[in-house]
């Protein structure tokens, strides 16, 4: 089973500031890495997937990179509606696992 | 415009099995490529990937749950049911169907997921 490993687990940041989450894979899942956003109460939604494709709909300040073990999710210049839980998922293998998490809250 | 919504009980005592029905529109699983899935989430914690069905009924389990999960589709109906047998308080949490396709991999449509407490 492939274990994500995000971080850091929360990031305190202000609107207009930039974001750097981290996504590391136990073995290499290639480009199939996917980044969702989960808001409080509601289910959580996809933004990029295969590292680096915005999903349909979503704002070019995310943008995500990466290949084999090691992706990042960078938001350019948070918005107010940017302050979630983002996960990372992997496609390689089954189970397909989701990450732990990174927080990202208003600091 | 692909929806999807579960449905189930709330409460579920410890030791009983727990069923869950997705129905969803927009998509057959009739269709090649289909795909739904299950993902749940306790209380302030993480997404768990549970299970998936494909529309040829390939089906793909958890290890650590499987000997616990079944799941199956009624194309019918535009429905997909998750049960998981003995069910223990450490399963509380939100569980969510989810739409995929075999073309991308990914889950870009969710239900809104519905809320199992599991206590005697």
């Known amino acids: 089973e492939v274990v994500l490993t995000q971080s850091p687990a929360t990031l305190s940041l202000s609107p207009g500031e930039r974001a750097t989450l981290s996504c590391r894979a136990s073995?290499?899942?290639?480009?199939?890495l996917a980044w969702y956003q989960q808001k409080p109460g509601q289910a959580p939604r996809l933004l990029i997937y295969?590292?680096?494709n915005r999903a349909t709909g979503i704002p070019a300040r995310f943008s995500g990179s990466g290949s084999g073990t090691d992706f990042t999710l960078t938001i350019s210049s948070l918005e107010p509606e940017d302050f979630a839980v983002y996960y990372c998922q992997h496609r390689i293998t089954w189970p397909r696992t989701f990450g732990p998490g990174t927080k990202v809250d208003t600091k | 415009q692909i929806t999807l919504k579960e449905s189930g009980p709330t409460l579920v005592k410890p030791t009983q099995t727990l069923t869950l029905t997705c129905t969803f529109s927009?998509?057959?699983?009739?269709?090649?490529?289909?795909?739904v899935g299950w993902i749940r989430q306790p209380p302030g914690k993480a997404l768990e990937w549970l299970a998936l069905?494909?529309?040829?009924?390939?089906?793909r389990y958890s290890p650590s749950l499987q000997s616990r999960l079944t799941i199956t589709k009624d194309t019918s109906k535009n429905q997909v049911v998750l049960t998981m047998t003995d069910m223990d308080p450490v399963d509380t949490g939100s569980y969510y169907c989810?739409?995929?396709?075999?073309?991308?991999?990914?889950?870009?449509?969710w239900g809104q997921g519905t809320l199992v407490t599991v206590s005697s």
């Open positions: 295969d590292a680096s």
């Open positions: 989810a739409h995929m396709t075999l073309s991308s991999g990914w889950f870009n449509y």
């Open positions: 073995q290499s899942v290639r480009s199939y």
């Open positions: 927009g998509f057959s699983l009739s269709t090649s490529g289909m795909a």
């Open positions: 069905i494909y529309w040829d009924d390939d089906k």
